[in-house]
């Protein structure tokens, strides 16, 4: 397990983001190649806004991201031959 305590939510982020670039391993994700840290969290101790940040204003996204984040549901895999 690692973990990131930070006062602020960018600056946490920040590290959480060098350490999946510095340690994540490379998974296959829907032909993507991506980096993946498992048990990386993050502790903030003032989750106020940031002024780096900036609502979505795409109604659409809005919706899929509401919906990928609450919504439970199955996903379909290929191994792609990996087996």
Request: proline content about 1%; cysteine-free.
């Amino acid at each position: 397990m690692q973990l990131i305590e930070e006062k602020s939510i960018v600056i946490a982020w920040k590290k959480a983001k060098e350490a999946i670039i510095r340690e994540g391993l490379e998974v296959l994700d829907d032909n993507e190649v991506l980096l993946e840290l498992l048990d990386l969290f993050l502790i903030i101790h003032q989750p106020e806004r940031s002024d780096q940040e900036t609502e979505v204003q795409d109604i659409e996204m809005k919706k899929w991201m509401l919906s990928n984040f609450k919504d439970i549901k199955n996903v379909s895999i290929s191994l792609g031959g990996i087996l």
